[in-house]
């Protein structure tokens, strides 16, 4: 079995939200200051909330390593999910990362 790649400490904490049933929505939003509509990362967790500090870098870093899959995606928005392959092969250092992170 192939061990996970280095991560940053914020791209273990999203693996674990994200082993939990979480998801990283990536969606085109009004920005409250400028007005302006930009695309932007979000880590979402099972219940819909959204957890501060992890965004587009981590997302971008989690998808390199194929670490994450796209699960839906609309016109203004696509969901990215857990890799189903590495959910089973990768449980117990999922876990682990949690643990160190």
Same mark, same amino acid.
């Given at each position: ?16 939200? @994200?082993?939990?049933? *979480?998801?990283?929505?990536? %969606?085109?939003? #009004? $920005?409250?200051? &400028? ?26 870093? @989690?998808?390199?390593? *194929?670490?994450?899959?796209? %699960?839906?995606? #609309? $016109?203004?928005? &696509? ?23």
């Amino acid at each position: 079995m192939s061990e996970l790649p280095a991560l940053s400490s914020l791209a273990r904490k999203a693996l674990t939200v @994200l082993n939990e049933g *979480g998801e990283f929505r990536y %969606a085109l939003e #009004t $920005s409250s200051y &400028t007005r302006r509509e930009q695309f932007t990362a979000r880590l979402k967790t099972v219940s819909g909330r959204t957890v501060r500090g992890i965004g587009m870098s981590t997302m971008y870093e @989690l998808k390199g390593h *194929g670490l994450i899959v796209p %699960a839906n995606s #609309t $016109s203004i928005s &696509t969901y990215y999910r857990l890799n189903p392959s590495l959910r089973s092969n990768h449980a117990g250092e999922i876990n682990n990362c949690a643990s160190q992170g």
